[in-house]
């Protein structure tokens, strides 16, 4: 499977991600290299076969929740200390423009 | 104090003797480390403060008559993208290069609880992703045993501190390889326990259904030690399992006669190697300890590969898209509107291999391929799962290679991404099916570099693992 450099700018929007013309040449060659190996999964038969998202064991239905008690958060100040931008309790952002 | 020949008997015992105190011996860990440091940059940055606080809470214990935990005042060091409470956590990302997580993850918090002292973090690949070390933000690790050689990743760092001895166990991450590849190329143990073994909480998502936290040590004993004391249910994680932990360390006494081991035709055929020779003389060994080993078949194995490259990378895209520069330290300062921000962020502080997977994922999940891709995958890892279940219906343990190779040269592979994925082959399999695995060190190739064996077993049974591994152990001593 070839990806053209359209697909890789497409894709590199859906993924927010900004790349410069060089890697985007990079890029192209090497996941079209990639996607090549991955076509070999066309050859096994995988009808009738339940997808795997997680890893499962035997356990109770309600084994994985916990009782619905209010614990205390993480708290305000903790929450905005790593952020770039912190402004009267809030994550501030530059304006927001509809793409 | 001979730091590097430290095991967690050893420090026990001394501290009971009273022979040193926990604070000696954390100042001694910490100067020891520092000097070794420059050698093979294991370490990204030490945490003094908190390894001395740790250490004279040990002290007051064992002065107070109390028992001082299973682990008291063993020098430990962390993976980078293991999250520490006011001590820099950078997943070897120069977007969290400034990153101070507010809360601990349950691993480290049950582990310092249990006594361990935390020396610093270890270096490793961006979010990871790799499997030489070589995709840190900060520059590679060298392997302690080879300085022109990779220690292997992603957790390079935490098998290099082990193997240099600047930890007496170290915590890495595994999502397809990353603890039992290093431990192989370092010449240490590795441990990938069962999915769901140890909590999540704190390990920075890479690929949530494949992600594992598990101990790096210098001896079977300690590894299982380690893992005891930080595995079962944690209500922060939902995944993680509620089955009862065993005492594994105390159930290791070098009997494994008639157990079964099977070793899988499609793993040895090509591997003609110095490691093949090394594989199958340690299945020697096995027989003659009395085990009846027999060849199985895995017929699923060559569709890994593009498998967990897909499922791995699809999941990594997702979670990575919470770096965005909002919340996490680092913004880039070119950009009028929210999404110019959240793209130039993201371009300027990723490196090439996470943006090579996050490409990948989102292709595979996009519209027009999720099925084609995505869900194949899905359905391809359930019959790789189903072929382990099919095997532990025959033998009790199954015998593999770690890596096809040893450690290989700084800067061999990088400019090839296939190759390095293709050679993470007998580590993703048991890694897609969720079973327990580890590397234990099996020999030295002519060239004088390490080689590990792998062992893996059904789920949950840890205990026939380790004392598998524990019986070769004591035939090499």
């Known amino acids: 499977m070839k990806i053209t450099e359209t697909e890789v700018r497409y894709v590199a929007g859906l993924a927010n991600l900004e790349l410069s013309d060089a890697e985007v040449v990079k890029l192209q060659a090497d996941l079209s290299g990639i996607l090549e190996h991955m076509d070999k999964l066309k050859e096994i038969d995988t009808e009738g076969v339940e997808p795997m998202a997680q890893v499962l064991f035997d356990a109770g239905e309600t084994a994985t929740l916990r009782a619905d008690i209010v614990e205390p958060p993480l708290g305000n100040q903790p929450a905005l200390a790593n952020a770039p931008q912190p402004g009267a309790g809030y994550f501030k952002v530059p304006r927001v423009i509809e793409r | ?477």
């Open chain 2, 1 to 477: 104090m001979d730091i590097p020949s430290l095991t967690i008997d050893a420090v026990r015992e001394g501290l009971l003797a009273r022979r040193f105190s926990a604070a000696d011996l954390a100042a001694e860990a910490l100067r020891f480390a520092e000097a070794e440091n420059p050698r093979t940059a294991a370490y990204l940055h030490f945490s003094p403060e908190r390894a001395l606080a740790t250490a004279r809470r040990v002290d007051q214990r064992i002065a107070g008559g109390e028992e001082p935990g299973p682990l008291a005042g063993v020098p430990m060091a962390v993976k980078d993208v293991i999250v520490t409470q006011g001590v820099r956590t950078t997943c070897g990302s120069k977007l969290l290069a400034e990153y101070i997580p507010p809360y601990d993850a349950t691993a480290v918090e049950r582990l310092e609880e249990a006594g361990a002292v935390l020396i610093g973090k270890t270096n490793c690949d961006e979010f990871a992703m790799g499997s030489s070390n070589e995709n840190s933000a900060f520059g590679p690790v060298r392997n302690p045993l080879a300085p022109d050689r990779v220690p292997g990743g992603s957790s390079g760092g935490s098998a290099a501190a082990v193997a240099q001895g600047t930890a007496v166990f170290a915590l890495g991450s595994d999502t397809g390889g990353s603890i039992r590849q290093p431990a192989s190329f370092c010449g240490v143990v590795g441990v990938t326990p069962t999915y769901g073994r140890v909590s999540r909480y704190g390990l920075t998502a890479f690929a949530s259904s494949l992600d594992h936290i598990g101990p790096f040590a210098r001896s079977v004993k300690d590894a299982a030690t380690v893992l005891r004391v930080m595995a079962g249910r944690d209500l922060r994680d939902s995944t993680s399992a509620e089955a009862p932990v065993p005492d594994y360390s105390a159930l290791l006494d070098g009997k494994v006669k008639g157990l079964k081991l099977g070793l899988p035709r499609e793993y040895l055929k090509e591997l003609t190697s110095e490691t093949g020779a090394l594989i199958h003389a340690a299945v020697d060994v096995y027989r003659s300890l009395g085990c009846e080993v027999r060849e199985i078949s895995l017929p699923a194995t060559e569709y890994a590969i593009a498998c967990y490259y897909i499922i791995a990378t699809a999941e990594a895209s997702s979670n990575l898209a919470r770096y965005d520069g909002v919340r996490y330290t680092f913004r880039s300062k070119q950009g009028e509107t929210l999404s110019d921000m959240y793209r130039n962020t993201r371009g300027e502080g990723f490196g090439a291999e996470c943006k090579r997977r996050i490409m990948l994922g989102t292709y595979v999940l996009s519209a027009g391929y999720y099925d084609a891709y995505y869900l194949k995958a899905q359905k391809v890892r359930a019959l790789i799962a189903r072929d382990f279940a099919r095997a532990f219906q025959e033998v009790d343990a199954i015998v593999a290679p770690v890596s096809p190779f040893p450690a290989f040269r700084l800067g061999e592979k990088v400019d090839d991404p296939i190759a390095m994925y293709l050679s993470d082959i007998y580590t993703i399999t048991g890694s897609l099916a969720g079973i327990p695995c580890m590397s234990v060190p099996c020999g030295i190739t002519a060239g004088g570099l390490p080689v590990g064996m792998q062992l893996l077993t059904g789920h949950f049974a840890e205990t026939t693992m380790f004392r598998l591994a524990d019986a070769f152990e004591r035939t090499r001593i």
